[in-house]
C-alpha cells in the first residue's frame, strides 16, 4: 500500500495534460510575439526604401496575416483555459 501512495503524490504534483498543453500553447505564443517585435524592430532600422519595397512584398503581407491570426489564437487559448478551471 505505501508503494501506492507514494505513487499518487508523484501524479498530483506534476501538472494535468490541460496545464501542459497550456503552458506549452502560452510559450509558443510568447515566443512568436517577441519575434514579431524583433521583426517590426528590424523593420523599422531598414532605409524608407527599403521598407516600403519589403511592406509590399506577399511574405511581408503573409507575415501581417499571421500575426492578426495569432492575436486571435491567444485570445482562444485564454477562453480554453478558463473553460479548463470551471
Do not use: C
Amino acid at each position: 500500500m505505501a508503494g501506492n501512495d507514494n505513487q499518487d503524490a508523484q501524479v498530483t504534483d506534476e501538472p494535468d495534460q490541460t496545464e501542459l498543453a497550456h503552458s506549452i500553447i502560452e510559450s509558443l505564443l510568447d515566443h512568436t510575439r517577441v519575434v514579431s517585435d524583433l521583426i517590426a524592430v528590424m523593420a523599422q532600422a531598414l532605409d524608407e526604401d527599403t521598407q516600403r519595397a519589403l511592406t509590399q512584398t506577399a511574405q511581408w503581407q503573409a507575415y501581417l496575416e499571421s500575426r492578426r491570426r495569432m492575436e486571435t489564437t491567444r485570445e482562444e487559448v485564454e477562453k480554453f483555459a478558463e473553460m479548463m478551471k470551471d
